[in-house]
């Protein structure tokens, strides 16, 4: 499938050190994409902390909790700056380019750039702009959406997004690029920058902005963040038909929870921890006691459950599997509630093996009466495979559990999936064929072939 993905580990927090980049499929010789441009690029987002991932995953364990606590950084495609001073302008040049801001691109006047944006921050949910420089968003995850513009991108772990950028500014000067933490108090995270230069005789690539970098967005307003989440639809000519009713519905509700001193995120009051032996190996070998066999909850009391305060139980800690039909149609609600400290954050979702249909987002309680389900889109929703979950809201996704194997479905802020913020599916594993004995070796399957 055509598009920008991301990739990345999923042992312990390695992500978080680094170990993650893009992947660019490129679409197939005579095909025509419903946009054109001259040039194209990519744009990798994170954040970086100065504390190693070890001794955030202690933390994370620890009781009392230690959380990880914001990041130091903000990187542009592997680069960001900590307690420095730009370089006294002039002073870069060729032969000193270690002392300038990183080039984002180098623009000729008058072309237009695809830019490939990623986000694989562990925590922080940005805002991506080019001074003086709107974007037209064209695909999100790979699929093509119906172009929408932008003055800057709202973008979440694990997400990405194509957009266009015209170099029709002034092009004896150069720009800024910058990322900004949006949804959490951005006090200890500097904006990450970057520069936009343009390629023209008489203006030096090498010299910053004339402009104080930009500010960014006020951080605290959801209301902007949700419209643009709505903003986004199937582009007209590449509509996914969607079965026009699920087999099963799954309400989630995720709250954070204190289990035996611990705190933890908990779906339906479960809080998933991996088993030691791979849900594959266990489930291909019949190994019964190597995860745990009784289904989770497909739904939470949704009637009594006050979403504007803490959760009033504790939850367990557990390894359980939704098994799912395979071939079946699947909704599945996320209703945010809030934490411990009674307040309610930002968790982008994403499902592995499968893209979804997003139906919509709702403010407050979702009602599985009649009246919620009419304000979702079944007309031209997007396909993606991860999605915000805002606060003090729902999101419902709708997808067809057509690969056979299993499956994480998880918030992709790293510290919230360590701390059990995720799900497993199965389906159809009797499909997947003979396992590698390369890939034995974890837990029970160790010494297996
Ligand atoms: C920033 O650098 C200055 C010296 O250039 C140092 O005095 C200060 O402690 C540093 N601040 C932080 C937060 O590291
Ligand atoms: C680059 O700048 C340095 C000072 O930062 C200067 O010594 C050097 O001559 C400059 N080189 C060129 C090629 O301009
Ligand atoms: C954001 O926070 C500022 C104070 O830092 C406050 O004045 C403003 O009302 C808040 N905006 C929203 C949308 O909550
Ligand atoms: C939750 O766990 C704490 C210990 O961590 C215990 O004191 C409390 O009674 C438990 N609450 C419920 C509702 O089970
Ligand atoms: C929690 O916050 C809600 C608003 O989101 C407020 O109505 C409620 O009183 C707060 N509860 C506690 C225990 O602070
Ligand atoms: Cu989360």
């Given amino acids: 499938q055509p598009g920008t993905y991301l990739y990345h ?66 990187l542009i495609n592997g680069r960001g700056m900590f307690n420095c001073s730009l370089a006294p302008s002039g002073t870069c040049n060729a032969s000193r380019p270690d002392c300038a801001l990183p080039t984002l691109f180098t623009a000729v006047p008058g072309k237009t750039y695809l ?96 402009t104080a970098p930009p500010a960014g967005p006020p951080w605290n307003n959801t209301a902007i963040r949700v419209d643009q989440s709505r903003a986004i639809f199937a582009h007209p000519h590449f509509v996914e038909p969607m079965p026009a009713r699920a087999d099963r519905t799954l309400l989630f509700l995720n709250t954070q929870n204190r289990i035996d001193g611990h705190i933890k995120w908990t779906i ?17 070998r019949g190994m019964k006691d190597a995860y745990e066999q009784r289904p989770p909850p497909d739904m939470y009391d949704h009637m009594s459950h006050d ?62 009466a009649a009246d919620a389900w009419r304000l979702l889109n079944v007309r031209d929703p997007i396909m993606k495979n991860t999605v915000p979950l805002h606060p003090d809201g729902w999101t419902a996704v709708r997808f067809r559990a057509d690969n056979p194997g299993v499956w994480l479905f ?6 919230h999936v360590f701390m059990g913020m995720g799900v497993v599916f199965e389906e159809g594993v009797e499909r997947v064929g003979r396992l590698p004995s390369s890939i034995m070796g974890c837990g029970r399957s160790k010494g297996l072939h």
Wanted: proline fraction near 8%.
């Fill in 9 to 74: 580990a999923h042992y312990g927090m390695q992500r978080v050190a680094g170990l993650n980049g893009m992947i660019v499929v490129t679409v197939p010789e005579g095909f025509v994409e419903p946009f054109s441009y001259d040039e194209e690029h990519t744009v990798l987002l994170g954040d970086w902390w100065h504390k190693s991932v070890y001794e955030q995953a202690t933390g994370l364990s620890a009781n009392p909790f230690v959380f990880v606590t914001e990041p130091q950084s903000l």
């Fill in 115 to 210: 830019l490939r944006i990623g986000s694989l921050t562990s925590l922080s949910s940005l805002y991506f702009e080019i001074e003086g420089h709107p974007m037209m968003v064209v695909e999100a995850d790979g699929h093509y959406v119906r172009p929408f513009a932008v003055r800057g991108l709202f973008i979440y772990s694990g997400e990405t997004y194509s957009v266009l950028v015209k170099a029709d500014q002034d092009p004896r000067r150069n720009y800024w690029a910058a990322s900004h933490v949006v949804g959490r108090n951005p006090s200890q995270t500097p904006s990450g920058k970057a520069v936009v230069s343009y390629a023209f005789n008489g203006n030096n690539p090498w010299m910053p902005p004339p």
């Fill in 268 to 284: 339906n009051g479960v809080s998933l921890m991996f088993p030691a032996t791979p849900y594959l190996v266990a489930m291909k």
């Fill in 307 to 368: 979403i504007s305060a803490p959760a009033p139980t504790n939850g367990t800690v557990g390894s359980p599997v939704y098994r799912l039909a395979l071939g079946s149609v699947v909704d599945v609600v996320l209703q945010n509630s809030n934490m411990l400290n009674n307040k309610s954050e930002t968790h982008p979702w994403h499902l592995h093996g499968h893209d979804f249909w997003v139906l919509g987002y709702g403010e407050g309680k979702f009602n599985p």
């Fill in 410 to 415: 998880h918030c992709h802020v790293e510290a």
